[in-house]
T-cell receptor
């Protein structure tokens, strides 16, 4: 079974540019989560989708971040315009319907560098 | 105060040693906790769940102390392959995990 995949693995952009990160969850997983790790800090929750609906977006830093999950399959996280402090590793995770955190599988992450 | 706190280490131990990590949490209502393992530049992988008093899986034992609000991870007979960063996480419900900063372990020959 394929795991959670994320694209791209690395992205280097300049301040003010736009970047879109993609996450493909494990097939059949209704729950999709985005997390971020800024250098030197802990992994922080950004938001949670159940199918195409945003269940909890309390961790989104500001309105420069937009997450979508049209059709309830893959998800995108757009940062526009990017700022220096947005640099970090963005992880996506997915879990089965009504799954607890035991079943939360993480993708390899996208390493974003904003110059 | 951070919601979940860990000693960042690094912990440098010889092969075969026993090592223990602690993780403190601030939410007294929390019920479920998890230990994840993260290798360098890789994704976190679930190592153990801690729901009540503790959990044991081979060389790994996790314990929860609700009175003092901490969870611990004990690794016995350390292997070189145990070298990684160990993350503890508090489950706040609805799938939301609150992670600590992680504790780095380096097992030397």
């Amino acid at each position: 079974e394929a795991g959670v995949t994320q694209f791209p693995s690395h992205s280097v952009i300049e301040k003010g540019q736009t970047v879109t990160l993609r996450c493909d969850p494990i097939s059949g997983h209704d729950n999709l989560y985005w997390y971020r790790r800024v250098m030197g800090k802990e992994i922080k929750f950004l938001l949670h989708f159940v199918k195409e609906s945003k269940q909890d977006e309390s961790g989104m830093p500001n309105n420069r971040f937009l997450a979508e999950r049209t059709g309830g399959t893959y998800s995108t996280l757009k940062v526009q315009p990017a700022e220096l402090e947005d640099s970090g590793v963005y992880f996506c995770a997915s879990s089965q319907p009504a799954g607890g955190p035991d079943t939360q599988y993480f993708g390899p992450g996208t390493r974003l560098t904003v110059l | 105060r951070k919601e979940v706190e860990q000693d960042p280490g690094p912990f440098n131990v010889p092969e075969g040693a026993t090592v223990a990590f602690n993780c403190t949490y601030s939410n007294s209502a929390s019920q479920s906790f998890f230990w994840y393992r993260q290798d360098c530049r890789k994704e976190p992988k679930l190592l153990m769940s801690v729901y009540s008093s503790g959990n044991e899986d081979g060389r790994f034992t996790a314990q929860l102390n609700r009175a003092s609000q901490y969870i611990s991870l004990l690794i016995r007979d350390s292997k070189l392959s145990d070298s990684a960063t160990y993350l503890c996480a508090d489950y706040l419900g609805g799938g939301k995990l609150i992670f600590g900063q992680g504790t780095e372990l380096s097992v030397k020959p």
